[in-house]
C-alpha cells in the first residue's frame, strides 16, 4: 500500500508539472499567455495618420524585479524590425523604431512615466541601452536581447517591493505598423522567467485576432487598487469591431461600449468592494459575419482622481472569476 502511495504522489506531481510549466515558462512575456493577444503594435509618425490604430506613435511598458533577485536579466524583444511577414505594411516599408531602456531615480516615480501620451520627461531615469531598427531581414520573427542588466540598476518602489524597469518603443519615422512582443529573462537566448517578476503599463496599444472564433477572445487585466470609487475606460479606433465585456468576482458580464474608425469613446464604471486589491478581466470578442482584419486598438483605464491604472500581464490575484452570491431564503 505505501507504494502504492508513493507511485500515486509521484503521478501526481508529474501531471502539476505538466499542467503548470508551460503557463510558467511564457509567464513574463508581454503579452502574457492570460491574455490571449498576438502583438503589440506602434506605428510610424509620417502624416500624423491615428487611423490605423495608435494615437501616439509610442508605446512604455514597465518590468518590476523582485527585490531579492540579484542576478543578470535580459529584455527581449520578438520581431523588433519593420519589415517582412509579421509587420503591417503601409505602400512601402520606410519606417524606423527606436526601442529605448531605462533604470534608475525617478524612472518610474516621475510623473510624466506614469502618463499615456509620449509627453514632457516620459524618458526619465537613467539610459540603459537604446537601439533603432529599421527593415532587417536578420531579425525578422526572431529575438532580439538587450542586457545584461543588474536589478540595482533599477528604481526601487517599496509598494511593488521590487526595482523598476521601463522601455519604451517610439516610432521615429515612416507609417509602417511594428508588430512585436517582449519577454523578460533570465537569459539571453531563450525566455527564462524570473520568479515574481510582472510587466504593466497604462496605455495598451495591441493588435487583435484576425480570427473571430470564440478560441480568440482577447483580455487585459486593470488593477483596481485601494480607495478606487469608479473608474473611466476609454478606448480608441476599435471599428466597432464586436463585444467589450467586463467580468468580475462580482461581474458576471457588464457590457461597455466600443470605439469606431479613428475614435476614441469612453464610459465609467462604479467599482464594488469586492473588487478592490484585485483585477478586472476586460474580455473582447471579434464581431462575427464578415471579418474586421488587422484591427489595432488603444486601451486606458483611470479612476476618479484622474490617476491612470495599470494593466499586468500578469493579473494581480489572478484571472478573476465570478463568484456568484447564493442567498438562503428561510422556509415559511
Not at 142 to 165: I, L, M
Not at 172 to 179: A, R, Y
Not at 207 to 230: E, K, L, Q
Request: charged residues 25%; proline residues 6%.
Amino acid at each position: 500500500m505505501k507504494t502504492m502511495r508513493v507511485t500515486r504522489n509521484i503521478l501526481s506531481l508529474i501531471l502539476t508539472l505538466i499542467t503548470v510549466t508551460p503557463s510558467l515558462v511564457q509567464a513574463q512575456e508581454v503579452p502574457g499567455p492570460d491574455e490571449n493577444i498576438p502583438f503589440l503594435i506602434t506605428f510610424g509618425p509620417a502624416g500624423g495618420v491615428t487611423s490605423w490604430g495608435d494615437d501616439d506613435f509610442s508605446q512604455t511598458f514597465f518590468f518590476t524585479i523582485p527585490k531579492d533577485f540579484k542576478d543578470p536579466f535580459y529584455i527581449r524583444i520578438y520581431d523588433a524590425d519593420i519589415g517582412g511577414k509579421t509587420d503591417e505594411l503601409n505602400n512601402f516599408w520606410n519606417t524606423r523604431m527606436v526601442y529605448s531602456v531605462y533604470g534608475g531615480k525617478g524612472c518610474y516615480t516621475h510623473t510624466d512615466a506614469k502618463g499615456i501620451s509620449p509627453s514632457g520627461n516620459y524618458k526619465s531615469g537613467t539610459l540603459l541601452a537604446t537601439r533603432a531598427f529599421g527593415m532587417d531581414s536578420k531579425l525578422d520573427e526572431r529575438w532580439f536581447t538587450f542586457g545584461p542588466f543588474n536589478p540595482a540598476d533599477g528604481e526601487y518602489y517599496p509598494k511593488f517591493s521590487s526595482n523598476v524597469f521601463k522601455i519604451i518603443c517610439d516610432g521615429v519615422s515612416g507609417d509602417d505598423g511594428n508588430l512585436y512582443r517582449y519577454a523578460l529573462s533570465r537569459r539571453p537566448d531563450a525566455n527564462v522567467p524570473i520568479e515574481g517578476a510582472n510587466a504593466f503599463t497604462y496605455e495598451y496599444t495591441f493588435r487583435m485576432w484576425n480570427n473571430n472564433d470564440t478560441s480568440f477572445v482577447s483580455h487585459i487585466y486593470p488593477y483596481i487598487d485601494s480607495g478606487c470609487v469608479y473608474i473611466k475606460q476609454r478606448n480608441f479606433d476599435w471599428d466597432n469591431d464586436g463585444n467589450f465585456i467586463v467580468v468580475s468576482v462580482e461581474r458576471k458580464g457588464q457590457v461597455l461600449p466600443l470605439s469606431g474608425e479613428d475614435h476614441w469613446v469612453e464610459d465609467r464604471m462604479p467599482i464594488l468592494d469586492a473588487e478592490i486589491g484585485k483585477s478586472l478581466d476586460f474580455r473582447f470578442y471579434k464581431r462575427k459575419g464578415d471579418l474586421v482584419k488587422n484591427n489595432n486598438v488603444v486601451m486606458t483605464v483611470e479612476n476618479q482622481y484622474g490617476e491612470n491604472l495599470q494593466f499586468f500581464s500578469a493579473p494581480i490575484g489572478g484571472v478573476p472569476v465570478y463568484k456568484p452570491r447564493i442567498k438562503v431564503i428561510p422556509k415559511k
